[in-house]
Structures are given as C-alpha cells and as structure tokens.
C-alpha cells in the first residue's frame, strides 16, 4: 500500500526550523529524512511508539518541502510575504524565514566575492560546491539572492543598506554584508589570488563598508543613482596628485624623518620601518595613483598585501606598530608644506588605513 | 425593489503578468449581479492597480439578492485580441441581509482562478440597503440567521426551539451538460461554481421562509451538502434546527425575577411513566425489519439498527409504544411534527431528559435523471422515507425526538447510498415551540434568563438553576440529579425480549440505566465523567462484486447490515478495551466505490459515572484440548487485560475511589452511601435488592473460531494510543481537560492510499485501510508535537472511494492547548460551599487577590466542562469524581477565593462589555467593533493580514465571542493540466486546501471578522488522470464569521468595586453581548 497523495494544511502555517533548514542547505527530501533520523527526531514526544521508521518523518518532510517550495516564491520579494494570503504566519516568523532564507554560507560567499554575477558564474557554482561542500541546491540559491538583491538595488537611490533592508527586510548586519556583496560585485576587485585567501569574507566585508562610506559618490551626495555602488571617479581622477609625496625626493625625505621622530622608542620594528620606508610610502602612493584604471582598481586588495601587507608581515610587525606607523604617516602629511592635498589624502589614507588594519593578520 | 447593492472596486495588488512584452497588465474589473454588468476603467500597466471606482449600484429584489452571488471579474485589456479573464471573486452577500451580522463587506479578497489558483488580490467594498416591505406577499426570508454551530450561538439566547427545517433543491449539472464539450474546462468549472453558489442562495431563502412559517428567526445546525449524482444532476441539501433566538443583552440580565417559577414549572410537569414498551438489545442488533421493495425507482430500504447499548427497534413493532406514547399529553405536541428531529448537538442543561441511543437508518437507491428541477419529488421522497424509519426507530426506544440528527450520502456511479442517524431522546417540552408552553417558557426565561446561557455560554453557568428547580425541570423524576438523568433508559425494562443488562444507576441509584451508552451528541454539560475520554475508531473494508444497476445496489444492501454490525462490534470492544462505557459523537460513514465498500465510525469514549464499570473482554478458544493453542489464547488474555489496564492507567479511569470523597458532603447519610457504592463495586451479595442482574460483572466474551477473529482481536491491540502529552477526541470538547490555553491549529490533512492489486482479500483491506487511519493519526501527533500538552478536538474523518483501489481518507480537527499542571489538579469545588465561604471570609479573601493571575480559573474561566461540574455536584452533593482526593484545605481555601474574585470581575467586566456593545449596536457605527479593534489600519497597503482563527469548535478557547458575523458557506472548484508541474497530485491539493483557507479567511476579515466557528469542510471530492496530467477537486466549506475578543482583554477592563457579589447568578449567568 502505497500513498499517492498525502498532505498536511494547517490555518496557521507550519514550518519546522529543523527542516526549513535541511531544505535551504539544499538536501533532498531522503537525505533529509535520515539526517532527521541520525538527530533522534522521532526520540521526541509526539512521534509516538511504533511510529513506522522513518514513514512519518518521510511524509512530514515531504510536507515541510512542499511548503517551503510555495513559500520560496513569495521569500524572493519578502514585503509581499506580510501582504499575501495564502500562508497565515506570525510576523516573528515571517521575519525568522526570511532571514534564514537570505542567510549564506561565508566559505560560498567567499568564493563568489568580486566575480560577476552572470549565467557562466553560475554554470560554475558546481566547482565551488565541490570545493566548499555546500551542496549545489544550497549555492544557486545563495547565487540567486546575491543577484536578485544585486538586480533590486542597482538601479536605485539612496543609501544601499538602506535600500537592501528596505526590499528584503533583512537585518541590519546582513543587509550590510548583501551591501559589500553587491559592492564587490560591481567593482569586481579581485579576491581569488593566492595571496588573498588567507582574508576571509568577513575581512572584504568590513574593506567593503569603509569603501562604501568613504570612496563611493555617496560619500559626497547622498542622491545620486549608484552611490553607494560606484566609486567617486573624480575622486579617484584627484588621488593622481598624491604622486607628488613619492615622486618629490624632499618631500619624500621630509615625511620619512618626520614619520621617524614621531615613532621612535614608540615601536618594536623602527629600525626595519626606517629600512622600509621609502618601499612602504611608494607602494601605497602608487596603488592610490593607479586607481583611475580598471584593472588596477580591481587589483586593489592584491596590491595592498604586496606592496604593503607582504613586506610588514616579513619584517613581523606587530598590529600594534602598523596601526601606529600608518597614523603618524598619514598625519605627518599635514606638516609637510609643500604638500596641499590634505583632504583628498585623508581620505584615501583613512580608508587605506582601515582595510589595511583589517587585512593584517595570519 | 427593496434593496440596493452598492459595490465599489478600490484597488488590486500582486497581479500576475499578463502582458509577456512589457511584464505588465492593464487590468480592469467587472462586477455582476444578476443579469447587470458594471465595469471598471482598464488601469493601464500594473500589476497594483488603483481603480477607486465609483460607486456601483444595483437595485434588486431582495429575493435576488438571497439566491444571487456577486461576482466580480478582473480582467486583462487586450487591444487587439479578446480580454483575458486573470481571476474571479464570488461575494455572499447574505451575511449583510441580517440587522445584527455585518453591515459592510470591506476588504482584500484573493482573486481566484479554477486553472491557476489565486493571482493577486483585490480591494473591495459592498454595502446593502434594504427597504423594508413587510406587507408584501415574500418570496424571500431576508433577517433569518443562520449559524453551522450546533448549539445555540453564544450570546444569544434561544426562546423557543422549534425544530427540524429541511429543503433541496436539485438541478443538472453544468459538467454534464452538451455544451460541456465545446468550452473550456475554465468556462464549465465557473458554471459550476456559480451554479450552486446560485443554488445554495436559493435554498437558504427557501429554508429561511419555512423558518418564518413556524415563526423563528434563525436556524442553527444549518448543515448544507451537494449530491454530484453525475449524468443525473447536482442536488444541494440542507437540515436544520429553526429556532428563534435572542440576542443577549445586558438589560434582560437584571430583569427582576416576577414569577414564582417553580409552581409554573409543576403545572405540566413530564409524564413519563415506564410504561412503553420496547425490545432492545445489543446482543442481536441487526433487525431486518424492513426488506426491499421495488419501487419505480429502484430503492433497496437497508434494514437498520439501532446503536444503543441496548439495541435495536424496528419499523414494525412499535404499535404498543406507539400508543402508549400518545397517550402522553405533554409530549403530544413533538409528536404531532412531522419529524421531531434537531440537528443540535449540544443542548441547555435540561432539555435531554433521557437519551435513548442511537439510531439510524441506511437506504440503497438507483440514481436516474431527474427529469423536472423544479420538481424535485423523487429525492424529497428518499428523504422523508429515511426520516421516517429514523421517528420510528426513535419510537421503538421509547424516545419522541431525535437529537444530535445529521444526514449524508456515498455515490458510486448511479449507486447512492442515503443515511440518516441521530440519538433518540426525551426531551423537555418546555424548550419546544407549543401554543400552551410559550408564555410558561417565556415567563421561565425573564425570570432567570441565565438558565439558556449555559447552552450559549459554556462554562459560564450560574449554579442555582439546578438546585433550585431541578426538581420541577424534571418533571416527576424529581430526586433524580441533573448528572446522570440523561442516561436513564426513556423504555420499559420489563417488556424487553432480548436479555440486556440494566442496572440502577450508579449516581442516583433510583432509575435504570443501561451499560453502555452510544450517542451521536456532544457529551452534555451536566454529564459527570471519571477521567479522560478518547477518540474511538471502528474501521472497516468490504469486497464487493462489481455490478451493474440493480444487481449492483442489491449487492450493496445485502452487504451493509454485515458492516453495520461488524462495526458496531468493534466500536463495542474498542470501548471495553479502554474500560469505558459511553460513546459521544458517534458518526458512522459508509461509502462505496466500484469493488468494495467503506465503514468508518469515530466517536469519543468517556467514562460515564452513572452507568455500571465495563466488565473486560474475554477471549474463548473453540479448539479445546490443544496445548499451544490454550496457551496462545491465554497469552492473547493477558495481553488484552495489560492494555486495558494500561488504558485505564492512561485515560485516569478510577471510579472505585469516589467513596471517600463523598464524606462531609450535603447529600443526607453519604457514609452509608460510600457503603453502598463500595459493595456494589466489591461483593455484590449485601446489596442484591439494588443490582439486579450486573453484580457479575460479566466480561464481554469474544469467541475465537477462525482465522478471521483471531485477525479481528489482533486489530483490537494495534490501535496505538496517542502519545504522551496528547489526547484525542471528535466531540467539542475533551471531558476531563477543562484549562485550554488559547493557542489553536486547525488542520486539514488528506490522504489517498492505492493498495496493492494483488489479491485483495477483506483482512488485507481491513489491515490496509486500518494502518492508513492509525500512521495518519500519528502524523497529525508528530507534527503537533510542538504544541505538546494538546488535545485534538473534533476530529472528523471522511473517507471516500474515489477510484478502484484507491482510499481517500480527509482529517479536519484543531489542536489545542492546555496547561498540563493545572490539569492535575482539577480543582473541583462545589459552588454553595465557595459563596458561603466568601460571603464570610472577607479577610481571606482580599489575602489573594494576586492569585487571580495564576489561578488556573482566572486563566480559562470559560472553559466548558469545569464549572458546570461544578454546578453538577453542587447540587447532587457528589463531588464531581474527578476531584483530586488530596486537596489541602488552605489550597481549597485559596480557590474558592480566588474564583469568587472572578465571579465578580467577571461581572463587572461583562456589564462594561455589554454597555459598549449596546452602543456599537445602533447602527451608526457600522464596523466599530471589528474594525476598531482588529484592524486598525485597514486600508493602508503597508497594514499586515488580519489574523483569522480558524476552528471546527463552537467556541474559542480563552476568548468571547461577542458577534456573529453571518455563515460562510463556500464551493470551489480547482483543475489543473499541468499536475506534475505542480508538485504532483500531492502538490496540487495541498495549495488548493492552502487557498481555500485562505479565501475563507479573507472573506471573514473582509466582514469585519477575526474567527471561523464551527468550520467544516463538508466535501472534497478529488480526481486524477497522471496520464493526462491532469486533475480535479471540488471543496465545499462552511462555518460561522465571528467577532471574538480575548478574555485577558476583557479583563483589562477597570474593575468597579461593587454590589455584585450579592448576585453573582444572574450576573454570571447572562453575561452575553
């Protein structure tokens, strides 16, 4: 005797979490009955005794799938969830489903990080399961958020988190991590080198944030389309002066002793910092320099670590000593007079001096 | 032209894509009714339209506007091609044609589609005007409610119960029909769907006008099903209880009392002598009294049976009874109606005087064309043949009523079987419609209208009624307690042919009662239960030639006593195997298909304290003298004895335990009492001159001969009982569970089964078809589990024969929580006591007001069972047998306190309510309390779904509701060519099911409504072709769109310290707004 049809509604819609999460994670409804059975579902009270094994678990999660397959519809625009009639479900659950749904899996992200959000990326998603262990279900579903929030946004106003949690209702730290998402996605910085993997998504997130907020058009105008998704091109067209710090050997020299009064006796590596300095301050003045063109802006993060991070990590500097070193390099620049772009230098140097901070570590 | 229909389009959101070019669609609406067509501008690429139409008007006959839907279309513009239809809304109008339901239908109904399912929703809003025109000859019965509920609705009152309405209406089928085959499938299902929307609206008016001829005002128990006959035509039926009721206010609370009631009540006081005969037993209860004749119609009468612990009447004998019941004068007037039958299934206190048992009655008839519509005398014909066989069967019981009364039918090609049952009852004539009683019963109701509102408010029961005029509400039983009436045998012990056993009662100890009692009614308020009660299922499969015509029905009828009795056997052992002895809301279902035929019977077992302890079963071997098989048998004993051990242990039976209980309490000489009851439970010799025949105790003896019986007790001990934590039952309510949390599921959950074509025999059906009901019972639990300690409540099974070899089998219930801790210590606290008590001890009292939080009372004061037990053993002085024996009596103290402290906020807090509600009543603010509180904004687009409970039960756990809305009553058709696409046969009917209690809800919100009462889905007829790749289903809901309000909330109302502790009765008993 087999069943043809067998189906659960209730007024209230129910969604078991375990499932729900057994579904987004991408497992077929077998697999997920014996994932179920190896976590001693029917152990719990309610299965009953002599529950047929694995015949009610089969049927209820074939039920939960079911729902959760009618429900995906409506998690793809969720402002349409708290407006539909079909499902009853409480607003806490609401919300809980929907940022399960938009949550991912950061080793995936990490790999998409920067890549184009296109069908070939997409036909690819099997290599990045075989390589993460998230199953490919899991991966285009990740890979479809991540395009579906990239298509909502890309053409709006006003602030991008803003505008995410708007469309999505997500939380305020997911919607920030869709923002760097996105925002990876347009700039398409390069992530996959060898010499990046050590950084974590959460490294590129928080780099991402501070580009955001202080390299984008937003950062200038807050209304404007795009702002927080394309860099300020003017900005990156004025971050050419800055040569002068490099290209000038006075100014060079000046800002190299004054850098060296203010730290000495102050860290553990001078004297490589003093060996090291004209290396370090060309290096970070080039990739300012270099920004106007699209394959440099996109090496960004590539070069930061060669030029900047690679070196301090050789010598071993302390992240203490770099966060002091590039505070006093960056302030130094102030006291030199021939040098009269100190505004647009904060900026890049803030902003350099944040994500190199972030990336500085094993 | 008495009414005025305004209709106004304000806008639509979520609209599919309609237009594949520009991923738009220019939608425009058309709203019909009747013959008139109004239309909306096509609003130009959107798929959130904002039409804000104007008002639409059409003006109509009210008659019309009964029958008629109004039907609303959205539409896509199509410039160069026909429009495209994306979807359609039918609005019932009537629940606006009642002065105290609705007064606007307001808001965003799903746009439905038979092909897609919904696509969007639209905005709408109707309102009625009605001129009155009473002087006209009517056609029409615009005011007469109608409510599904199967009691008299909370807050209202019922003044006078009528009785039994009935009417059909048949018509062809637009399925069937020759233009069927050139239009769409789309085309024909809305055809359908209007059609019977069309038709239900003509027979509730037509049900509605019979009502007005008998002068009610509302028909509760309105219960309305389709016959798809097929070839031969669509018939839409329904029953019901005309009654007129009263809505509750707070005015009629405080009516002074201005009659001496009791001397009112003495003047007729109930005759009921035990002088009419009766032959009944269970032993035999097949009777084939009536065998089959021929008529024009084919029509095989199946000869029926009477579910009783005593068994079975029969058409051709009760010319004794017959007459002695004549004879009766006060009953004359039941009798003189054509059926005295109530679709009711719970009652006020009172009105059953003595319940019979079951009866019902099955008829087998060949379906031909019903040639005339407007004719429909052939069906009318079955059914009055039917109703009769039910009086009489009802008669031969010595019953002049039938209660608890319902219909159905199974249809197999032109095969159709009819069945009828109910419970054969006595009943107080004093509730009944008759010239004489009318002014004595109205003058009974000013004087203490609370009396009604038990039936009305449930647990809110005020508790003199009983204690103070029992006696004359009784009639001439006047020591017998209100708690164990009921269960006295309404037949002559000394005239029954068959050996049965009678004892006296357990409770009174003064009337026979017999040992087992089956009912088709909800246990009655007053009914005093040890324990728990529990879902009980007799499941049954039967091969059956295929035939044709006539050869096929005389196989049918020839096959149905053998089912009827099989399944009573095992409802019978199932019953004794959880040591039980009564059976509520017992609902048997055969269905037939093309091979083999379906019985399935569900009722809830409970533990009467008045009939005698169930003996156990025994097992008999035939095969003497063999060593192995003696020991399997007494092997198969002891495993039946453990379970009912287990089952007892399980469902907390322990009668023998009430003696000690019994000291201190009113009733005179209780040591001697205990003495009595603990011999009869213990040696029967001192005490022969009251136990005439049960003081063996005699075990029900099953006989093991074959192979068959030695199946039929296997299956007896594969019943799993539910898991811990939960508890099951298909009545309203659960006995024994009285603190329900107000957390609610209800469900649907449908199963098809295909069985295996290989070799079907009656044991492999019975095992295949058992084991769908037990793993569909434990699904149900596993995916409660959450809601753990729960109880389903009115669990309704149906089963159905779609196809050879396939089993459909549909559950509708709802969960409900309950507080597990509090259900341990059921605090039974008899009423008088606690007044006393609080009456003197001020002190105490205001020690605990803080209590009131925590207190289990405080938290469900409504809840059902409790009070009135309460009320039970106030006046028996039998304290309730529930009572935990170990209640200390600070605790005690606390109680009674705590509990009179509610008695009087409660008072308060109603009297508040009633007050606002008076105001919310005239009419110039027209939604206030729906919209006020339930939806603040509903307009806005960013405003979220209103939530709308759903619930198979008359009431809401926790909450009060304070209006009825009106009755919805839905029929919906889906198909799909495209089902594996779909996600499958499964898939399909599970977003079917999801959007049509998705439409119910919308339409309930659009009323103003937060709840479904009393919810039912009466069909759902499902149809698969996986090679086409296609399917269909037909779903008809029904239920009562209420307004309701948590407790908590009402509570939230300022208390005013006040008089009312000094009348906690009547403010406690008429409560209702």
């Given at each position: 005797m087999t069943n043809d049809l067998d189906i659960f509604v209730g007024n209230t819609t129910l969604i078991d979490e375990e499932v729900y999460q057994l579904w987004l994670d991408g497992y077929s409804v077998s697999e997920a009955v014996s994932q179920r059975l190896r976590a001693g579902a029917l152990e719990q009270p309610g299965a009953g005794p002599g529950a047929g094994p694995g015949a009610v678990l089969h049927s209820d999660t074939l039920d939960h799938y079911r729902t959760c397959h009618m429900l995906e519809r409506l998690l793809h625009a969720p402002p349409k969830l708290a407006h539909q009639l079909l499902f009853q479900i409480p607003p806490e659950r609401q919300a809980g489903l929907i940022q399960r749904y938009y949550a991912f899996d950061e080793p995936f992200v990490r790999e998409l990080l920067g890549k184009k959000l296109s069908k070939g990326t997409k036909k690819d998603l099997d290599d990045v399961s075989a390589k993460t262990g998230i199953t490919l279900k899991s991966c285009r579903r990740q890979f479809d958020n991540f395009k579906r929030v990239f298509k909502a946004v890309e053409e709006l106003r006003g602030p991008l988190v803003d505008n995410i949690q708007q469309h999505f209702l997500l939380p305020d730290r997911l919607a920030r991590d869709y923002a760097a998402i996105v925002f990876f996605a347009n700039s398409r910085f390069e992530t996959g080198k060898k010499k990046l993997q050590y950084l974590s998504f959460r490294d590129f997130a928080a780099c991402a944030q501070h580009l955001i907020q202080h390299w984008t058009l937003g950062a200038v105008d807050s209304h404007v389309d795009d702002m927080d998704v394309d860099l300020d091109k003017e900005f990156l067209q004025e971050l050419k002066e800055l040569k002068v710090l490099v290209a000038d050997k006075d100014l060079l020299d000046q800002h190299k002793s004054l850098v060296c009064t203010a730290l000495r006796g102050k860290i553990s590596v001078y004297n490589e910092m003093e060996t090291n300095f004209k290396n370090l301050s060309r290096g970070l003045v080039n990739i300012a320099c270099k920004l106007t063109h699209a394959k440099d802006l996109r090496d960004f993060f590539v070069d930061l670590v060669e030029k900047f991070i690679e070196p301090c990590k050789a010598d071993r500097w302390p992240p203490s000593d770099m966060r002091l070193f590039l505070t006093q390099y960056t302030g130094s620049a102030h006291a030199l007079d021939a040098f009269r772009h100190q505004a647009l230098w904060d900026r890049y140097m803030n902003t350099v001096t944040a994500c190199l901070l972030q990336m500085y570590h094993d | 032209m008495p009414g005025k229909l305004k209709v106004k389009i304000v806008a639509g959101r979520h609209l599919p894509v309609m237009d594949r070019a520009s991923d738009l669609t220019d939608a425009f609406v058309e709203v019909k009714f009747g013959n008139t067509t109004f239309k909306t501008d096509v609003y130009p690429k959107s798929l959130n339209p904002q039409w804000n139409s104007e008002w639409f008007k059409f003006e109509v006959d009210d008659e019309e506007l009964q029958d008629e839907p109004l039907q609303i279309t959205v539409l896509d513009h199509d410039t160069y091609s026909a429009n495209d239809a994306i979807g359609k809304v039918y609005i019932d109008i009537d629940p606006l044609l009642y002065s105290e339901a609705a007064t606007v239908i307001s808001g965003w109904f799903p746009i439905y589609d038979t092909i897609h399912g919904i696509r969007g929703e639209i905005n709408v809003v109707v309102k009625v005007d009605l001129f009155n025109d009473l002087n006209r000859f009517r056609q029409s019965s615009c005011g007469v409610k109608f409510f599904?509920?199967?009691?008299?609705?909370?807050?209202y009152r019922a003044v006078v119960i009528h009785g039994f309405v009935e009417e059909l209406v048949v018509n062809e089928d637009p399925e069937y029909q020759w233009i069927d085959r050139i239009r769409t499938p789309r085309a024909s299902n809305e055809a359908r769907q209007r059609l019977i929307s069309l038709m239900s609206g003509e027979l509730q008016r037509k049900i509605g006008l019979k009502v007005l001829e008998m002068r009610g005002n509302a028909v509760v128990g309105y219960l309305q099903c389709f016959d798809l006959?097929?070839?031969?035509g669509l018939v839409v039926r329904a029953i019901g209880t005309a009654c007129t009721l009263d809505k509750l206010s707070s005015t009629s609370a405080f009516l002074p009392a201005c009659n001496s009631p009791s001397k009112e009540m003495k003047e007729s006081p109930l005759v009921h002598p035990p002088s009419h005969g009766c032959r009944s037993t269970h032993n035999s209860p097949i009777h084939t009294a009536t065998g089959s004749r021929l008529t024009q119609n084919f029509s095989v009468s199946v000869p029926t049976l009477i579910y009783t612990g005593m068994g079975s009447g029969s058409a051709g004998k009760e010319g004794g009874p017959f007459k002695a019941l004549l004879r009766q004068q006060t009953q004359s007037a039941l009798e003189q109606r054509e059926f005295p039958f109530f679709t009711l299934t719970s009652f006020p206190p009172?009105?059953?005087?003595?319940v019979g048992g079951v009866v019902s009655a099955r008829s087998v008839k060949l379906l031909d064309r019903i040639h005339n519509p407007d004719e429909p005398e052939t069906r009318d014909a079955w059914w009055a043949e039917i109703r009769q066989e039910i009086k009489s069967h009802a008669k031969a019981l010595g019953c002049h009523a039938v209660v608890g009364y319902s219909e159905s039918t199974s249809i197999c090609e032109e095969v159709c079987i009819l069945s009828a049952s109910g419970t054969a009852a006595v009943l107080n004539p004093r509730f009944l419609q008759d010239g004489t009683m009318e002014g004595c019963l109205d003058q009974r109701l000013s004087w203490q209208p609370g009396f009604f509102s038990i039936g009305s408010e449930k647990g809110e029961v005020d508790f003199f009624p009983q204690s103070q005029d029992s006696s004359s509400l009784l009639g001439i039983e006047e020591?017998?307690?209100?708690?164990?009436?009921?269960?006295?045998?309404?037949?002559d012990e000394l005239n029954m042919p068959f050996p049965a056993h009678l004892t006296y009662c357990y409770n009174c100890r003064k009337q026979k009662v017999p040992d087992v009692l089956f009912t088709t009614i909800d246990l009655p308020v007053e009914a005093m239960v040890i324990g728990k009660g529990c879902l009980i299922q007799a499941r049954l499969c039967r091969l059956k030639k295929k035939a044709q015509a006539e050869a096929n029905a005389t196989v049918i009828s020839n096959l149905l006593p053998f089912m009827e009795y099989e399944v009573h056997t095992q409802l019978m052992n199932k019953l004794k195997l959880r040591g039980m002895n009564a059976l509520f809301g017992l609902r048997i279902q055969i269905s037939v298909g093309e091979n083999m035929l379906v019985g399935l019977a569900s009722a809830t077992g409970v533990y009467l304290t008045a009939l005698p302890t169930p003996g156990g079963i025994q097992i008999a071997g035939k095969t003497p003298n063999d060593g192995t098989y003696e020991q399997h048998i007494s092997h198969m004993q002891k495993k039946i004895n453990d379970t009912i051990a287990k089952n007892k242990e399980i469902y907390e039976i322990n009668p023998p335990e009430i003696p000690e209980e019994i000291i201190g309490s009113p009733i005179p000489e209780p040591r001697q009492r205990s003495k009595l009851l603990r011999s009869q439970s213990e040696s029967s010799d001192e005490v022969t001159e009251l136990d005439l025949s049960h003081g063996k105790k005699d075990a029900f003896v099953l006989e093991i001969d074959d192979t068959d019986a030695m199946e039929d007790v296997h299956s007896l001990l594969t019943d799993a009982p539910p898991p811990p934590g939960f508890y099951s039952c298909n009545t309203e309510i659960m006995p024994g569970i009285n603190n329900w949390t107000p957390e609610i599921q209800m469900f649907t959950s449908v199963r098809v089964s295909r069985l295996s074509n290989i070799t079907l025999t009656n044991q492999m059906l019975n095992k295949n078809f058992n084991d769908l009901c037990e793993n569909l019972l434990k699904s149900l639990y596993f995916k409660l589990r959450s809601m753990i300690p729960c109880c389903l409540c009115h669990v309704n099974f149906t089963v159905a024969l779609p196809e050879d070899e396939l089993i459909q089998v549909a559950v509708t219930a709802v969960a409900i929580t309950f507080d597990k801790n509090q259900a341990l210590q059921t605090s039974k606290v008899p009423a008088e006591k606690s007044l006393q008590r609080a009456s003197t001890d001020n002190e105490e009292q205001l020690?605990?007001?803080?209590e009131l939080c925590s207190d289990p009372l405080a938290s469900q004061p409504f809840s059902p069972a409790k009070e009135v037990l309460e009320s039970a053993s106030s006046h028996t002085g039998i304290p309730a047998a529930q009572r935990a024996t170990s209640i200390d009596y600070s605790s005690f103290a606390d109680r009674c306190n705590s509990w009179i402290e509610l008695i009087k906020l409660k008072a308060q807090t109603i009297r508040r309510g009633s007050i606002k509600t008076i105001a919310s009543l005239d009419k110039a603010s027209p939604l206030a309390e729906g919209h006020a509180r339930h939806r603040s904004v509903p307009c806005s687009t960013n405003s979220t779904v209103t939530v709308v409970k759903m619930t198979p039960l008359s009431f809401i756990p926790g909450a009060k509701i304070t209006k009825y809305l009106g009755i919805i009553n839905m029929f919906f058709i889906r198909e799909t060519t495209s089902l594996r696409e779909e996600g499958g046969v499964s898939g399909f009917l599970h977003a079917f099911i999801a959007e049509v209690f998705a439409m119910v809800r919308a339409h309930v919100a659009a009323l103003g409504g937060n709840a479904v009462v009393s919810y039912i889905m009466k069909q759902c007829v499902f149809m698969e072709n996986p090679n086409k790749n296609q399917a269909q289903c037909l779903v008809n809901v029904s239920g009562d769109a209420v307004i309701f309000v948590r407790e908590s909330e009402l509570e939230m109302v300022p208390v005013q310290s006040s008089t009312v502790i000094s009348q906690p009765t009547s403010a406690g008993g008429d409560v209702t707004t």
């Open positions: - | 599904c509920t199967t009691s008299i609705p909370k807050c006959e097929g070839e031969s009172g009105f059953l005087v003595h020591t017998s307690p209100a708690g164990c009436g009921f269960c006295h045998i309404p037949y020690q605990f007001p803080l």
